[in-house]
């Protein structure tokens, strides 16, 4: 977990990160100084390798990135001496502050194993408790401030403008694009970016930063496809431009209501079908779900009665179950009850009488 803060006021900031490399560290310094919202003038950073390339008793020589970053940002950059915690005794404190309040807090909400689907969602619990931590009111403090107050009114001034534009930290790749005009991120956990269709087969220069992926043709350099970067290692991991999509993936990409409005007019009640779609929306995703309505447009809606499809709805909707081979094994089972309940029907004349004869036993007049 990076941690960094402000010595005047105490101000804490702490993020989770995937590993200690220098593009992680870096990218730890831009959300500090985004959440303090200025630049101070000196950056102390500790020994890491990450961060120094020698350490020295007077001044350690720091990595070209870290180097970079601070020339960005019109900051000066030195590491403490070796084996001095005292240089950086507010951060040591801050690090200890952070594992207990904030670390702490959140094992002990959940029995000592803090749970979360991806890194996103635990750098959200994170800040809500750094936040908390900040707003909490200095102990044995006469003034009765709190870390974010005190920074407000007494060190927020002294801090520089952010630069317009923050550091983006980047790699770059060379990738072919795949026969679905995309290419494949691996070490995002397999994510997949649209390019045009024109772009099938070819190699092309892909430009990672933290938040964006930049794609770009080999042959001019120029930019042809850029997306939102994802992480996600669970759900849909194929990313579409709109503007990339050819007819055939339009078709496939339809919306609920679209689906809603077919089914409607197949003669399924609207409550009914709006109520089977969106819950398999919310149950298994975009994705599988529009595969899924498409197979019960083209095989259910159009083989089967309106009448039997409300009653099969009904029931998937009231078991909570949207996949399509339930739905088909639910319809066939209700065709042939139907079936042979007709086969049963009798058509008996009220009027008939039994006729009478001598082989005939008992009376039946």
Known sequence: MFTACLPYSGLIFAVVCNDETTSSWCQGVIQALNYFGGVPRTLIVDNSKALVVKASKYEGIITPLIKDLVEHYGMECWSCQPYRPKQKNRVEASVKMVQTWVQGRLEMGSAGLIYARDIKELNEKVRQQVDELNRRPFVNKST???????????????????????????????????????????????????VPVEFTGQVVFV????????????????????????????????????????????????????????????????????????????????????????????????????????????????LNQHRYNFLHDLLVQKQELQRRQMNLRLDVDDQYRTPTHSNIRNHYE
């Open 144 to 194: 009765g401030l709190s870390r974010q107050q005190k920074f407000m009114s007494e060190e927020f001034a002294s801090l520089s403008p952010l630069p317009e534009y923050p550091y983006e930290i980047c790699r770059w790749l060379i990738l072919t694009v795949d026969k679905s005009h995309c290419v494949r991120i691996s070490q995002d956990g397999g994510h997949r970016y649209s």
């Open 207 to 318: 430009r990672l930063s933290q938040e964006e992926v930049q794609i770009f043709g080999r042959i001019d350099n120029q930019l042809i496809a850029r997306h939102e970067r994802h992480y996600e290692l669970h759900g849909n991991k194929t990313h579409i431009a709109e503007t990339h999509m050819t007819n055939e993936e339009k078709n496939r990409r339809r919306s609920p209501d679209y689906f809603i409005e077919i089914f409607i007019r197949r003669g399924i009640n609207p409550q009914i079908a709006k109520a089977f779609v969106q819950g398999s929306w919310q149950k298994s995703g975009e994705f599988a779900s529009r595969q899924r309505m498409h197979a019960i447009n083209r095989h259910l809606l159009r083989n089967f009665p309106p009448s039997l499809l409300n009653e099969a709805f009904a029931d998937a909707v009231d």
